[in-house]
């Protein structure tokens, strides 16, 4: 793959940023790679283990001639990032981000956006529940999603070349509008993660079951509940901060399926049990048959690197 940026700046290198960066150098994509993190331990981690070749104490200093920045920080501090960077970012340059939640990034970093610079907000649709400069892996994103919600106006030179740039990383990448992502990644992403932190939880807040026991006696659903729960939890609590209105629909729609689980479990209804769980079923089927996961069993114990 030939250059495709001369300079990119990757703001924040946690686990998608570090991917990001070993990614680029696997593929050849940027001539040169600078990044920027609030921790002195991630800019001295980054710098050797060669993620990047420089690293900046500002967001404002690792942007000057960059030609694409990318903010891979929690959502909530993309609209202070956005506002760092902008008497830096030169004309013609391309601004995107990986936050899971579209509408608050247009709403929060579109203001600081100067005209001649290309605002593309993204979302790959790849991770593990790991974080930190050495977590990541350049196949992170091989045959996953990459969604890019270009704003009003986009030029679309500037969004081909970034749906060129993911694509070169490894993902399949579709255009969507922001509002539509965030309803769609609400039940695909959100509630998921809602529901594993509250079932881990409630396990915790047991009184009658032992910790040691709840540890012992994992099965494998709660296994992955727990793998799920151990995402980031600044990255996730602005998630759903800023996506309330989408999770609060799926909630309610969720509860309501509950409740009727609930009630066929509790009057032995098991022809509703087993046509609700055969549909459930053909889901996991699909998601199979599209590539998106495996049928072998990991059980969470290794991530899989291509």
């Given amino acids: 793959m030939s250059v495709l940026f001369e300079k990119v700046a990757v703001l924040g290198l946690g686990l998608i940023g570090s991917s990001l960066c070993h990614a680029m150098r696997k593929e050849g994509l940027a001539r040169h790679i600078v990044g920027y993190a609030k921790s002195a331990e991630t800019r001295a981690t980054a710098l050797e283990i ?8 500002t967001a404002a200093d690792a942007v000057v001639d960059a030609d694409l920045i990318i903010l891979c920080a929690p959502i909530g501090a993309c609209g202070p990032l ?9 004309r013609g340059a391309t601004v995107t981000d990986v936050g899971s939640v579209k509408g608050a990034i ?8 100067p005209e ?4 593309i907000p993204g979302h790959p649709i790849a991770g593990t529940e790991q974080s930190g400069p050495r977590s990541g892996f350049a196949e992170l994103f091989h045959n996953r999603w990459c969604i890019l919600t270009p704003v009003a106006g986009s030029d679309s030179a500037a969004v081909a070349k970034l749906e060129q740039f993911w694509k070169a990383c490894g993902s399949n990448v579709e255009l969507m ?5 965030d309803l769609v990644l609400a039940i ?5 993660h809602l529901i594993a932190y509250t079932t881990v939880a409630t396990a915790a807040d047991l009184e009658n079951v032992t910790d040691s026991e709840v540890i012992k006696y994992s099965a494998s659903g ?4 727990t793998r799920i729960a151990a995402s980031d939890p600044t990255m996730w609590r602005d998630v759903f901060l800023n996506n309330k209105d989408a999770v609060l629909e799926m909630l309610g729609r969720f509860s309501e399926e509950l409740s009727v689980l609930q009630r066929a479990v509790r009057w032995g209804d098991g022809e509703t049990l087993f046509n609700l ?12 048959a599209a590539g998106q996961d495996t049928a072998a069993p990991d059980f969470g114990r290794a991530i899989k690197k291509d």
């Fill in 106 to 113: 247009v709403r929060d970093c579109g203001p600081h956006i």
């Fill in 188 to 192: 695909t992403s959100h509630l998921p």
């Fill in 116 to 119: 001649g610079v290309h605002f």
């Fill in 177 to 181: 509008d922001a509002g539509h992502h």
């Fill in 222 to 225: 709660f296994r992955d509940f």
């Fill in 82 to 90: 956005a506002a760092a960077i902008k008497p830096n970012l030169k």
């Fill in 277 to 288: 769980f055969t549909r459930a079923r053909e889901a996991r089927r699909n998601i199979i």
């Fill in 50 to 57: 060669g993620l990047v070749d420089a690293v900046y104490e």
